[in-house]
């Protein structure tokens, strides 16, 4: 295992930011916190009821889902480059299968809620490096928020905050990188 691989968050890092979670957590009832964490304490008819808004949600930022500039340009680049590119999200795979096929964008792996451990566990990062056959030590995490971090230096990766428009957030100090456009991530990146 010698190969890098790219594995990029998605809602709010190749695509614009969409969703308002304070919205979602409010018609959920949840007062704060993760919404996937807070649904695994609730019962199941909460829990049934709490998934089906926020995939009501998610559906609805699929549908109107803007690219960040230059994503489908930047993921073609590193895929042609010799890394093998990965998409890590806590979304659900449908909304993120739409949002691929409609944009045109073509990823070697992916991970979803559906698929077990979610950010900001590694063991997502760990199980993406070892289908991609990379090496995590060499290998990168792109993404917009704190669970992307966390995820990607415990398992070993590199990792970049993609802040976009928004305000450097307290926690970038724990990014290696901090880009405000996708397009930069070429100059840091190296060849494979």
Known sequence: MCRSAVIFDFDGTLTKPYLDFDVIRAEIG????????AMNHMDDASRRRAAAILERYEWEAARNAELQDGAVEVVAGFRQRGH???IL???ARPMLDFVLSAHGISIDAVRTREDGAIKPSPEPVLS???ELDADPLRSWVVGDYLFDLISGREAGTRTVLMVGGKETPPFADQADFVIHRLTELSA?????
Request: glycine content about 10%; aromatic content about 0%; hydrophobic content about 40%.
């Open 30 to 37: 949840v007062e704060g916190g993760p919404i996937l964490e």
């Open 84 to 86: 093998p590119v990965a």
């Open 89 to 91: 999200t806590r979304n």
């Open 128 to 130: 993406l490096c070892a």
């Open 188 to 192: 840091i990146i190296p060849s494979s």
